[in-house]
């Protein structure tokens, strides 16, 4: 091995491409869904058992970290389903190409964000 080789460890000095982009923001919107999971399965589970439990879970709604919680996780569900789709595409052989890579890439990126604030623009 060359021992003279550069070694850059700083990751906020690398330029990803989107692609690249694209896949690392698909594993952590996944592992956001995982753990909102098993918050909105609480929630669902206290507005069944009474109609205390409901009114509890309807006020906490009406409040702003309830509903930045609720956006960050519908735009998780939203990025997470987009780029799944791309991935389902590129299964069947549609944008596996370098170039159509990168435009699959950035579509998924710019319909995430204009989806996103939609979801936000709806929510508030």
Known sequence: MNKNRPVNLDISTINLPAAALVSILHRISGVVLFAVVALLLWMLDTSLESQQGFDSIAAAFSSVPAKLILWASLAALIYHLLAGIRHMLMDLGIGE????????????????????????????
């Open 97 to 124: 190409s370098l170039q159509g890579g990168r435009r699959g890439a950035v579509l998924v990126l710019a319909l995430s964000v204009i989806a996103i604030v939609l979801v936000g623009v709806w929510l508030w």
